[in-house]
């Protein structure tokens, strides 16, 4: 099993900047793909970034250019740098890990984290 822990969620100014973490632990073997996505009450769960075991990144649109996804390798952890945030940015965070154990694939996802910005 892996377990995912997030944080840097908090209230922010429209304009303003929050970075989010997410730290995997425990039985880890590949990771694959690490993430992040958001979901608003009532809504699907959206991707907001994701980033490969290689760098590769890929990101919704309405983030580009505002957000930046990285990933420590050797610290299993992946971030979210989220500049010029706006209130419809508002919503829940969750990490998404993609993992291999050697034998079979397994996504995980964090508890979330409450990113809230004020007009």
């Known amino acids: 099993q892996v377990q995912l822990v997030e944080s840097g969620g908090g209230l922010v100014q429209a304009g303003g900047s929050l970075r989010l973490s997410c730290a995997a632990s425990g039985s880890i073997f590949s990771i694959i793909t690490m993430g992040w996505y958001r979901q608003a009450p009532g809504n699907q769960r959206e991707l907001v970034a994701t980033?490969?075991?290689?760098?590769?990144?890929n990101y919704a649109d309405s983030v580009k250019g505002r957000f930046t996804v990285s990933r420590d390798n050797a610290k299993n952890t992946v971030y979210l740098q989220m500049n010029s945030l706006k209130p419809e940015d508002t919503t829940v965070y969750y990490c998404?890990?993609?993992?291999?154990?050697?034998?079979?694939?397994?996504?995980?996802w964090g508890q979330g984290t409450q990113v809230t910005v004020s007009a």
């Open positions: 998404r890990v993609f993992h291999y154990s050697g034998t079979n694939y397994k996504t995980y």
């Open positions: 980033i490969s075991s290689r760098g590769s990144t």
